[in-house]
């Protein structure tokens, strides 16, 4: 009788023992589901987080480019912090790209601003063949106004007979 004492409290550490690692793999096995549950939310955020319509191609495909990337690294992580990191690194590029909306905008002002600079380059050039024409006519009216002037001074001084030169003593030395 003695020994069935003996085997009681053996089968109880046993009992205990296999408890308690069916808990502990209990655990381990809710911990796994745990990182999977994480790294599934992780991933499909990166997925969600972006209206791919709200795109152009090219920028779709840089974002697919960082969701296939962050996405690896979520699907390797250990611990949500990494999950967070990730996820907060991809959220963080995705804000660089711009959304078609924001592209027709920056176009539009650039077409604008291109057609602004080649009115005021027309504007500009007009003036100055404004002001070219203005100087040139400016010009003719008084090189004309001198022809005239030259013309009127030697008709003028041509009518008195010569005499011009004949005034005073110097009439004397004249002949």
Do not use: W
């Not at 308690?20 to 793999?25: F, L, T, V």
């Not at 963080?92 to 604008?112: G, P, V």
Request: hydrophobic share 35%; proline share 1%; charged share 30%.
């Amino acid at each position: 009788m003695e020994q069935k004492k003996s085997r009681k409290p053996l089968i109880i550490v046993i009992v205990i023992l296999i408890v308690a690692a069916c808990a502990a793999g209990g655990a381990v096995v809710y911990h796994n589901h745990q990182i999977d549950q994480m790294r599934s939310t992780g991933v499909t955020e990166l997925s969600t987080t972006l209206d791919m319509n709200d795109y152009r191609e090219e920028q779709q495909a840089e974002i697919q480019k960082i969701i296939d990337t962050y996405s690896k690294k979520i699907s390797a992580a250990t611990e949500q912090d990494e999950v967070d990191k990730y996820t907060e690194a991809a959220l963080k590029e995705f804000s660089t790209i711009e959304t078609d909306e924001e592209l027709t905008a920056k176009e539009e002002a650039a077409r604008k601003a291109a057609e602004e600079k080649k009115r005021k380059e027309e504007e500009a050039r007009k003036k100055a063949e404004e002001e070219a024409a203005a100087a040139a006519a400016a010009a003719e009216a008084e090189a004309a106004a001198a022809a005239a002037a030259q013309q009127s001074s030697g008709s003028s001084g041509g009518s008195g007979g010569g005499s011009k030169g004949c005034v005073g003593n110097d009439a004397k030395n004249f002949y």
